[in-house]
């Protein structure tokens, strides 16, 4: 089997998980390039993989264009400013490339849409980096949720109690911005609004309430929100997100609540198992499935390549394609339209 060719877009704070997870892959896929404006992060990104993969010869540019120009690229991962998520991705996927495109894939549906009916159009898959449903716990949840072990689940809360200082704003002038990156429910809160919509309702919403202010940090939009959510299916899902926890991260937490089974997962980043209980008993109850972490980023972008690889080789969808990653920036857009700053 032919080893895919990837580039990465963009060698900025979460670069690194992208390297590491294109290492852990090298059996299926080898990073042939990186690219960013600043040329000693991408040659950072480059050092961090020749490191660790024998043989590897990774080129350098500064220019994302001629990048493509010059490169064979089979998958494009883009991890630049939110705001350039749609364009890059447009640019990427009409030179003959897929796209494994970081969280939020776009800051508004129109352009959600238009990536997705190009991928389409051309061919190619979409993966956004919601590397959080690859966690063990998560997995097991979801399982149980399949199986229906819940019996009718009526409600869901996701939880996000962290801290970013102004040092972290400070560090590049577009977070914190409505152009290119939004507040603290769209960057930080964005992985477990996923979980939560996916495990009771999906994207079918019938109303939003939400509320967002911001108490500290001197940005442009939020460092506090909440967003009550009314799912078609009748289910509640309640988010909590702030950025301004007292002295640091505190947790990740998603907790869902059915007739029949109670299950809270926590840590870091929704990593460790804090509750499991259902009326019934099935052999896997007993797995703990906690994972340690030392992150908030976790441990799950290398399955999330091998799933994107997969749907490449064979085919088929990855399981965050476009509609998916779609689904909580919709919600989070419309907790903006129903709470203006």
Not at 39 to 60: C, F, I, L, P, T
Not at 147 to 163: D, H, P, V, Y
Request: charged share 30%.
């Amino acid at each position: 089997m032919t080893k895919l060719k990837f580039a990465i877009l963009g060698c900025g704070r979460i670069s690194y998980k992208h390297v590491e997870a294109l290492i852990n892959n090298s059996e299926y896929a080898t990073l042939v390039a990186v690219c960013d404006i600043d040329e000693k992060k991408a040659s950072d990104r480059k050092e961090q993989y020749e490191s660790h993969v024998s043989g590897a010869e990774v080129n350098v540019y500064t220019d994302y264009m001629e990048m493509l120009k010059n490169e064979e690229l089979d998958a494009v991962t883009i991890a630049t400013e939110s705001g350039y998520h749609a364009e890059h991705a447009f640019d990427c996927m009409n030179n003959g490339a897929h796209i494994l495109v970081e969280k939020p894939m776009a800051l508004s549906v129109e352009d959600a849409d238009a990536m997705i009916t190009l991928a389409k159009e051309k061919g190619k898959k979409i993966c956004v980096s919601h590397q959080n449903r690859f966690n063990p716990p998560i997995q097991k949840l979801r399982r149980a949720i399949e199986e229906g072990r819940f019996g009718r689940i009526m409600s869901g809360t996701a939880r996000i109690l962290w801290t970013r200082d102004m040092n972290y704003y400070n560090q590049a002038p577009w977070r914190g911005t409505a152009a290119l990156d939004g507040g603290t429910l769209m960057n930080q809160c964005i992985h477990n609004i996923d979980l939560l919509q996916w495990m009771l309702g999906g994207s079918e919403i019938e109303r939003i309430h939400a509320e967002r202010e911001t108490f500290l940090r001197d940005i442009e939009m939020e460092d506090f929100g909440a967003i009550l959510i009314r799912f078609k299916n009748g289910s509640i899902g309640i988010v909590e997100g702030s950025a301004v926890v007292y002295p640091k991260n505190l947790e990740e937490t998603l907790s869902i609540f059915g007739e029949k089974g109670t299950v809270v997962i926590g840590g870091l980043a929704v990593n460790e198992i804090k509750t499991w209980q259902f009326a019934d008993e099935r052999d896997y109850d007993k797995e703990d499935h906690s994972t340690d972490i030392d992150n908030v980023y976790g441990e799950g972008h290398t399955p999330l390549y091998k799933d994107f690889i997969d749907a490449i080789n064979n085919d088929t969808e990855p399981l965050i394609n476009g509609e998916e990653g779609k689904k909580a920036m919709e919600i989070i857009l419309r907790a903006y339209d129903v709470s203006p700053k």
